[in-house]
């Protein structure tokens, strides 16, 4: 079946570095890769998405990647703050459908 | 805008009862909503899919008697978790999608059930 990986699972870095999580997924028809953001107990919160004919998507700090071909992609995170703390999940669709698949999640530590 | 809510935030019930999620889109008509469940450090799992007037489509592994998906109307679906068990203690979060058509599912802030 349909499957995304994510990796790192965990990932620390300094206040002020950058942050790179990748994705890969298996469904060639997935077409909407968003970016959730989730702290402790709350909602996942959507920070940024692309879509399979864009390659780049950037706003602010926050950049997305899409490699349709080897079916990879990654947020980047630059000038990192301790309020970037969170869970980090990327979804890909299900090609045809409004569903999504998760990653399994990367637990982003900023350290001041 | 696109704005969704749950309720109850929270809830705690004893193993064999009934516990009843509310999921609405304040701002915009939802055709698609979808149920989600999360363990604690884990990632959401896709239980159901629920479109406005017909019969919710539940996820492999996912028994539809036990998990009561109702999506009556644009704005409002319901889980009803039937004889609840300890092993059903999760964070139900529920999403929709708006009526212009777009991916991006919009999330409600979860319901933490706790099965005593």
């Known amino acids: 079946g349909e499957n995304v990986e994510q990796h790192p699972s965990t990932l620390s870095v300094q206040e002020g570095d950058s942050a790179v999580i990748k994705c890969t997924y298996s469904?060639?028809?997935?077409?909407?890769f968003p970016w959730y953001k989730q702290e402790l107990g709350k909602r996942p919160q959507l920070i940024i998405d692309?879509?399979?004919?864009?390659g780049e998507k950037k706003d602010q700090r926050i950049a997305v990647t899409l490699n349709k071909t080897a079916k990879h992609f990654s947020l980047h995170i630059t000038e990192t703050q301790p309020e970037d703390s969170a869970v980090y999940f990327c979804?890909?669709?299900?090609?045809?459908?409004?569903?999504?698949?998760f990653g399994t999640g990367t637990r982003l530590k900023v350290l001041a | 805008g696109a704005v969704v809510s749950q309720h109850p935030s929270w809830v705690i019930c004893k193993s064999g009862t009934s516990v009843k999620i509310e999921c609405r889109s304040l701002?915009?008509?939802?055709?698609?909503m979808f149920w989600y469940r999360q363990f604690p450090k884990q990632s959401l799992m896709l239980m159901a899919t629920?479109?406005?007037?017909?019969?919710?489509?539940?996820e492999q592994g996912v028994e539809k008697d036990k998990f009561l998906i109702n999506h009556a109307s644009l704005t409002l679906s319901t889980l009803t978790v039937t004889s609840a068990h300890p092993e059903d203690s999760s964070f139900y979060i529920c999403?929709?999608?708006?009526?212009?058509?777009?991916?991006?599912?919009?999330f409600g802030p979860g319901t933490r059930l706790t099965v005593l």
């Open positions: 999403s929709a999608t708006d009526d212009r058509g777009t991916d991006t599912q919009y």
């Open positions: 469904d060639s028809a997935s077409n909407y």
């Open positions: 692309i879509r399979s004919n864009v």
């Open positions: 979804a890909a669709s299900i090609g045809g459908t409004y569903k999504y698949i």
């Open positions: 701002d915009f008509q939802a055709t698609t």
């Open positions: 629920s479109n406005e007037g017909s019969k919710a489509t539940y």
